[in-house]
């Protein structure tokens, strides 16, 4: 029987980048260790704050509820947790059950934002709609574009001071990757433990960051806490090449996922100057903050004939 590195107790995972095992105990102790460790070093948190989480269901993001909601005890923070329904068939319908469920659990207020109420569309027919007009965007884009676009606003209706996600290692990892590849600076520059953006955005954070998704999943084993463990159906194309690329790497040599992260962190500051100050303006079709025009989301439903619908998404809810 292999051992706990820490105690001695039967071990349950092997954390092969340091070379230590541990038990389930040190486990849910080292992650709830790095977790606060991760909010203390970035102030991702103050006493006092009202943090929106945007919970999908899925493990990483269950997990950042059930650590924010230990971490805010004592301390005078708020929680509101939020989910964007994007309207994904077979898979949606089964998750977001599980981020009502969490939520309820531990009495956080839940507020659910949906594709079809807001821009007339599920993602499912924004999809069919682009297929035939031959957009060259894939799936992810309108949902990735869309959910930041929903998420952001309805964090700020609810006068959130930060929003939280579940992005662990992993993720962040291939952002960065992604971004390389794509010689994308400003996108690059945007990652990092807090983003604090520009007017009518609300700051992100990403406690579960230094987290690699493999400890979160066990994580909520360990716990006994509920969450959706599918894949979404429109997972595919360089995401998960990279995703891949990466897995494959961190077997071969284990910790390449914590030292790209350590680079990217030397490399971040000096990144700014290479990112153009823009000017922010109203999107002359909903409103939200933009840089251009017409701001992202807009754009992309224009490309397919449709506008968003609702221009307030909680106050519209409640009434
Ligand atoms: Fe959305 Fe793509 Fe993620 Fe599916 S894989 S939830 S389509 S971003
Ligand atoms: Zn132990
Ligand atoms: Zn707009």
Same mark, same amino acid.
């Given at each position: ?64 509820? $059930? ?29 977001? !059950? ?12 839940? $507020? ?26 894939? !799936? ?26 579940? $992005? ?20 690059? %520059? ?6 604090? !953006? ?20 066990? %994580? ?55 990112? !153009? ?43």
């Amino acid at each position: 029987m292999l051992r706990c590195s820490f105690c001695g107790r039967r071990a349950v995972y092997h954390r092969r980048y340091a070379g230590v095992f541990l038990c389930d105990r040190c486990m849910i102790k080292s992650v709830e260790r790095r977790f606060r460790r991760a909010i203390s070093e970035n102030k991702l948190v103050m006493p006092g704050e009202r943090v929106a989480v945007a919970v999908s269901g899925g493990k990483d993001s269950v997990a950042c509820l $059930h650590l924010l909601h230990d971490y805010c005890r004592g301390r005078r923070c708020e929680l509101v947790a939020i989910t964007v329904d994007e309207g994904i068939k077979g898979y949606r319908e089964q998750s977001l !059950p599980v981020a009502r469920e969490n939520a309820e659990m531990l009495g956080v207020e839940h $507020h659910v934002v949906s594709f079809k109420e807001v821009f007339g569309a599920k993602l499912d027919e924004m999809v069919k709609i682009a297929a035939k007009r031959v957009t060259g965007l894939n !799936p992810c884009t309108y949902c990735g574009v869309m959910r930041r676009h929903l998420l952001n606003q309805a964090a700020r209706e609810l006068s959130a001071d930060k929003l939280a996600t579940g $992005h662990n290692l992993d993720d962040e990892t291939q952002a960065i990757m992604l971004n390389y590849v794509r010689a994308d600076l400003s996108r690059l %520059y945007r990652l990092g433990p807090i983003y604090m !953006p520009r007017e009518g955005f609300v700051p992100r954070i990403k406690p579960l960051r230094e987290i690699p998704e493999k400890e979160v999943a066990l %994580y909520t084993l360990l716990r006994g806490i509920k969450v959706h463990l599918d894949v979404c159906p429109y997972a595919s194309g360089i995401h998960t090449e990279i995703r891949d690329f990466l897995n494959s790497l961190e077997t071969n040599h284990p910790n390449s996922k914590f030292m790209i992260l350590r680079m990217f962190e030397e490399i971040r500051p000096h990144l700014q100057e290479a990112v !153009p100050e823009v000017e922010m303006k109203s999107c002359e079709s909903c409103g939200e903050p933009t840089s251009t025009r017409l701001c992202k989301t807009c754009e992309l439903l224009q490309g397919i004939g449709l506008a968003k619908r609702r221009k307030n998404l909680i106050s519209d809810q409640n009434s």
